[in-house]
């Protein structure tokens, strides 16, 4: 009688992270884009200030431009010029002020501004009714960025306010990656889109409308090739398809050891395979490989050759598990830092508050849970009561995840680290 192989030991969700990380390497490929057109994407090339900002001393407030010296014969002074913003003033008349607003250049010669609420006017003539100090209410030129610093490195993803922050250096494009091309599919007879009959044994498909709006809202560059029939040679003529023209492919279900699934024996036979049992709940089955693309014409590429034009030799291979709560799970844990390390990102790692449970889970499991629970209007922690992988509600009425250890049961008023969804989906 044969002895049974060992199961190799479930491997931790930080191990499996480093894993993918360190295959991931960063797309060839960079596209000059206008600033405006910019959002989402990742820079690759450093943003250096060609100029101070602001690029001259400005006003911080509405109110009067002095020379503190001046003030020292009185505090009545003649109103000698009126400076609003964008209009170039000139040098501040000895023992005057000068009327000035929020934002407009300071004249040479004045070394403090007075708030309109601390002076009193009469005529053409104002009284400074405080005593200023050098530098007050003033901006001085270079206080935000100064002329050569590096504003924006490269690896950045440019955010709303990075694209802000670009433009007020004046770049009217950036370089940036080109976008990262994902082919999804589905497998399983017993899917079917909405509007279409339920037939019986069927459900409908809602792990594809999920990924795609995860991967939409990473900025993928898509191809979509639906639901593939549970056939072999059906599915290695997809992957064979996708590989040709994708950085990744990326697909649900099909990859355990039963007779109709065939996503795992068809990544085996068009390239290379590993199947992981990862120590989290849920979503403990993942697959990470490469499929070979038709051109390098070589068994076990190992993806650091060339197809062709300076081209990888292989498209990366992830495949998820079915039930929608784990696929859900584990694309945000493992696939989103995964694109987001192929398209260049530096920071692919989501932060993580300390928040206190307002609930108790006296039951521990071996495994790395991520709970779905939502911050409550006193600040801590409500857990949804249901948290089985195949329960997608939990994921709408959910804000985040707790990133609970193995072996750790949960008690009301502990601090538990939380990962608000607003971190994984963006």
């Not at 060609?50 to 109110?63: E, I, K």
């Not at 990744?248 to 109709?260: A, M, Q, R, Y």
């Not at 014409?297 to 030799?313: F, H, I, L, S, T």
Request: aromatic content about 6%; charged content about 20%; glycine content about 10%.
């Amino acid at each position: 009688m044969s002895t049974p192989t060992p199961r190799a030991p479930l491997l931790a969700t930080t191990d499996a992270l480093t894993i993918l990380l360190d295959a991931a390497r960063p797309i060839d490929g960079i596209e000059t884009l206008p600033t405006l057109d910019a959002l989402n994407r990742v820079l690759a090339a450093d943003v250096t200030s060609p100029l101070d900002v602001p690029p001259m001393h400005t006003s911080a407030m509405d109110g009067y431009a002095v020379r503190i010296a001046d003030l020292a014969h009185g505090s009545r002074l003649p109103v000698s010029q009126r400076i609003p913003a964008g209009h170039a003033p000139a040098p501040l008349a000895p023992n005057s002020a000068a009327r000035i607003f929020t934002g407009a250049t300071v004249p040479a010669g004045a070394d403090a501004v007075v708030m309109q609420e601390q002076t009193e006017v009469a005529g053409a003539e104002v009284t400074i009714v405080h005593r200023p100090q050098a530098g007050e209410w003033i901006t001085a030129q270079g206080a935000d960025i100064r002329a050569g610093s590096v504003i924006l490195p490269a690896g950045t993803r440019l955010t709303p306010q990075a694209l802000g922050l670009a433009a007020s250096v004046g770049c009217a494009q950036l370089e940036v990656r080109r976008r990262v091309k994902v082919a999804v599919f589905f497998t399983g007879d017993e899917l079917t889109m909405p509007g279409e009959p339920l037939k019986p044994g069927a459900i409908y498909n809602s792990n594809r409308f999920t990924l795609r709006g995860l991967l939409d809202k990473l900025g993928c560059d898509v191809t979509d090739y639906g639901i593939v029939a549970d056939q072999l040679d059906a599915t290695r003529a997809t992957l064979r398809e996708a590989a040709e023209a994708h950085d990744l492919i990326l697909t649900c279900g099909g990859v355990s050891v039963g007779e109709e699934d065939h996503v795992k024996p068809a990544v085996e036979a068009e390239g290379r395979l590993s199947m992981w049992q990862i120590a989290m709940k849920p979503g403990k089955p993942l697959a990470f490989g490469a499929v070979r693309r038709g051109a390098s014409g070589v068994d076990g590429a190992d993806g650091a050759g060339a197809a062709r034009g300076g081209e990888p030799a292989e498209a990366f291979f992830i495949g998820l598990p079915g039930n929608p709560v784990s696929s859900f799970v584990t694309f945000l844990l493992f696939v989103r830092p995964f694109v987001l390390r192929l398209a260049g990102a530096q920071a692919v790692a989501p932060r993580a508050l300390s928040l206190r449970a307002d609930f108790t889970q006296g039951k521990a499991d071996r495994r790395n849970e991520f709970l779905r629970a939502r911050v409550n209007a006193a600040g801590g922690l409500d857990l949804f009561a249901n948290q089985s992988s195949a329960v997608l509600t939990s994921t709408v009425w959910a804000d985040g995840l707790i990133d609970n250890p193995p072996n750790h049961a949960i008690s009301a008023g502990e601090t538990v680290r939380f990962i608000p969804f607003s971190e994984l989906l963006n």
